[in-house]
């Protein structure tokens, strides 16, 4: 590569590309043919991550428009869209998000369309499939399949490798079987099965450098232990509905309250208010810093009005903060309604 900067070693050079803010990188492509090979290169993530310059952007996507995701840049409060998902499936869903090395990984899920004519949903329950969107080169492609097809389960990231367990198959039954992605070999090996399976979604996060399986609606939690790569069942007794992590710590909606969830069952603490979103359905909750996001979903129908509204808004909580207080951000700009997939890309 060329000199980046004249009278600068590359070294230096490059840490100073590495601290402008990604909403300026396509600008920075313009500069010159070594700074736009800069800007594609991993050596410049790499030395973002090693700075402590990178970013966290936000990842959405929404049942309307299909396969189509957004950006969210919280220093720039701007909406980024993203080239269509090119999967074949129409209006993929029920899939799993995650992203590491600074990409995005779109997993598995099925079609959630349905046929205007007769009103059946399309035959796709689950599929194998992974795709992985480099915001650098801003491109899809697709990558090595999972090994077994699947929808409505678990899916995180440890120690930069992607962990996948339960959910359903193509033919609707719930599933045991685990699976670990290497991104950088672009291969999946099996990992024991899941203890227990049952017939409701499950979801999957990191906490204290353990995979916790949660299904919905039950307390147990199938935590996988890293060192022998085998499952635990726990049952925490944690309160049910929307959870999210800011700083690593777990806060939870339940009954129009949030609340920062303790490891105990018998330790939580109120937040603040969130009633508002008892009467929304199908949004998104997650943390960014050290504040919660609130993303889309719709209204439903109510006493006097019949009609589904979809949403675009993004509402955040400031909870670490001796008196959290909420705040509107830009709302989603293509993206409304129903949240589909929701998650954290650092770069």
């Known amino acids: ?38 800007v594609h290169s991993s050596e410049l993530f ?3 991550n090693e700075l402590g ?13 299909e396969n ?19 999967s074949e499936i129409r209006h993929l869903a029920k899939f799993g998000v995650v992203s590491t090395g600074g990409k995005l990984f779109v997993l598995g899920g099925g079609s ?37 097809p699947r929808a409505m389960f678990a899916c995180c990231v440890l120690d930069g490798k992607i962990v996948v367990a339960g959910g359903f198959t ?31 979604a499950c979801s999957g996060m ?10 919905k609606g039950l307390s147990t939690v199938q935590v996988l232990e890293n060192s022998m790569l085998q499952w635990a069942v726990v049952d925490y007794g944690w309160l049910q509905g929307p959870t999210a992590f800011v700083r690593g710590e777990p806060y939870v909606l339940s009954h129009g309250i949030i609340f920062k969830q303790e490891k105990e069952a018998t330790r939580k603490r109120v937040v603040a208010s969130a009633s508002e979103f008892q009467s929304r359905i199908g949004f998104a909750m997650i943390g960014i810093g050290d504040e919660l996001y609130m993303i889309g979903g719709v209204i439903g129908p109510g ?39 929701c998650t954290l890309l650092k770069i």
């Open 206 to 215: 990191v906490i204290g450098g353990k995979v916790h399986v949660l299904h």
């Open 170 to 200: 193509n033919c609707r039954k719930s599933i045991s079987k685990a699976e670990i992605y290497d991104p950088e070999k672009d291969v999946w090996i099996s990992i024991p099965d899941l203890h227990l399976t049952h017939n409701s």
């Open 53 to 65: 310059a990178s970013e966290e952007l936000l990842c959405v996507c929404t049942y309307d428009p």
């Open 303 to 341: 006493r006097w009005n019949l009609d589904i509204k979809p949403l675009s808004d993004v509402d955040v909580l400031t909870v670490m903060s001796d008196r959290p207080s909420w705040r509107q951000v830009a709302p989603m700009t293509q993206c409304h309604g129903t949240i589909l997939g």
């Open 68 to 86: 189509l995701w957004q950006l969210y840049d919280p220093l720039k409060d701007m909406w980024i869209t993203l080239p269509i998902l090119p």
């Open 1 to 38: 590569m060329s000199e980046l900067i004249d009278g600068l070693p590359h070294a230096v050079a490059l840490q100073c590309l590495a601290r402008v803010p990604f909403y300026s990188h396509p600008n920075m492509q313009l500069v010159s043919r070594s700074w736009r090979a800069a």
């Open 112 to 148: 959630d369309a349905v046929d205007p004519g007769t009103g059946d949903h399309y035959g796709i329950f689950a599929t194998d499939e992974v795709w992985c969107y480099d915001p650098i080169i801003r491109q899809w492609s697709q990558r090595a399949s999972m090994l077994v």
């Open 46 to 48: 790499k030395t973002r």
